[in-house]
């Protein structure tokens, strides 16, 4: 069973990243221990996933 998202909060647990599309979050994957918070690494997804035209 999956934790929800308000309890991860408050236990300071790290979340998975959102996905987008396989292609980007494929490609983004190889940069993911470049960012110690999840959303830096979201920000660096999406710039990708608007840079292809996707969005």
């Given at each position: 069973?999956?934790?929800?998202?308000?309890?991860?909060?408050?236990q300071h647990?790290?979340?998975?990243p959102?996905?987008?599309?396989?292609?980007?979050?494929?490609?983004?994957?190889?940069?993911r221990?470049?960012?110690s918070?999840v959303?830096n690494?979201?920000?660096f997804?999406y710039?990708?996933?608007?840079?292809?035209?996707?969005?």
């Amino acid at each position: 069973m999956a934790m929800d998202i308000a309890e991860q909060i408050r236990q300071h647990l790290p979340r998975n990243p959102t996905e987008t599309v396989p292609l980007i979050d494929d490609y983004c994957s190889f940069y993911r221990s470049l960012f110690s918070d999840v959303r830096n690494y979201e920000y660096f997804k999406y710039l990708h996933y608007t840079n292809y035209g996707v969005a």
